[in-house]
């Protein structure tokens, strides 16, 4: 039933260093007509990381976030460079971000902000069996790096700093694929 509609013409509004604001013009299947307008950043997508210290311990940053002008606690994440996989591009991010990399990376699901006007997706990845190691990053400043408790995750999700979506749908799919691996 459900028929994609015809792209009659795209049309590129505006381009910044981080979107290009397209307009789509649209012919649906029963013949109506429309315009949409999208964000569609450049590039291959992101990555969403859930490092874990142990089964329990997650190691999660404060970061500055324009978009909310405050320090916001989150999980690792960062874009996926020309020719990485989300994978290679989750342990880049964890070396930059927190130092550490992982022997076990899990890719959990792929993500989308608000896919009615923006084409970002991001690639969730559960990290494990963790070491230390360095990478140098695209961080204007140091991260804070702290550990929290996915035993207290009903607290946490509330937490005043905690208000990505994608961090938090990520850290309750992080518990229970944790909880399925000790079963």
Do not use: C, W
Not at 80 to 90: F, K, L, N, Q
Not at 148 to 172: C, F, G, M, N, V
């Amino acid at each position: 039933m459900r028929k994609k509609p015809k792209i009659l013409n795209i049309e590129t509004l505006a381009t910044t260093r981080v979107f290009n604001i397209e307009r789509l013009d649209l012919e649906f299947s029963n013949g109506e007509k429309r315009q949409y307008e999208r964000l569609k950043p450049p590039g291959n997508g992101a990555v969403l990381v859930v490092p874990m210290l142990d089964d329990d311990t997650v190691l999660m940053i404060y970061e500055y976030s324009g978009g909310t002008d405050r320090y916001e606690l989150a999980l690792t994440k960062g874009k996926i460079d020309a020719g990485e996989t989300p994978i290679e591009a989750a342990n880049r991010e964890l070396m930059e971000e927190i130092g550490y990399g992982s022997n076990k990376l899990t890719f959990v699901k792929t993500m989308t902000l608000a896919p009615g006007y923006q084409s970002n997706i991001t690639h969730i990845v559960l990290a494990q069996d963790l070491y230390e190691a360095s990478a140098e990053g695209d961080e204007p400043e140091p991260l804070e790096v702290v550990k929290y408790k996915l035993s207290e995750l009903e607290d946490l999700a509330y937490h005043k700093d905690l208000t990505e979506a994608r961090s938090i749908a990520a850290l309750y799919m992080a518990k229970e694929i944790i909880r399925k691996q000790n079963a």
